[in-house]
């Protein structure tokens, strides 16, 4: 059983930074794609970053683009989003998912997914 458990959230001033963590364990996937998505109160939960299974490729949502950084690690179990110049829109849950196939801006086809970590920027 796949396991996503996210860290590194917390409340940060506009303009700061926070970097989130990933740990994946149980995949027996050989090849998988890792991305990040939020969600904030009473809106639908939204790609933000997502990165291949040897990091060489990663795709990025228009609103974050330039300000955050997705990566993940030589074992490819841990997967990091160094997000930088954070604004109060960025407040939400982020969340990390795991998919061997499928279209990466799309929530529903991921079928593993964390618990969420709480995000606060505040003015």
């Known amino acids: 059983q796949v396991q996503l458990v996210e860290s590194g959230g917390g409340l940060v001033q506009a303009g700061g930074s926070l970097r989130l963590s990933c740990a994946a364990s149980?995949?027996?996937?050989?090849?998988?794609?890792r991305a990040w998505f939020r969600q904030a109160p009473g809106k639908a939960r939204e790609f933000v970053a997502a990165?291949?299974?040897?990091?060489?490729?990663?795709d990025y949502a228009a609103a974050v683009k330039d300000r955050f950084t997705v990566s993940r690690d030589s074992t490819k179990e841990t997967v990091f989003l160094q997000m930088n110049t954070l604004k109060p829109e960025d407040s939400a849950v982020y969340y990390c998912a795991l998919q061997s196939v499928g279209t990466w801006q799309r929530a529903s086809d991921y079928p593993y997914w964390g618990q969420g970590t709480q995000v606060t920027v505040s003015l």
């Open positions: 149980g995949s027996t996937f050989t090849t998988y794609t």
């Open positions: 990165i291949s299974d040897i990091g060489d490729i990663t």
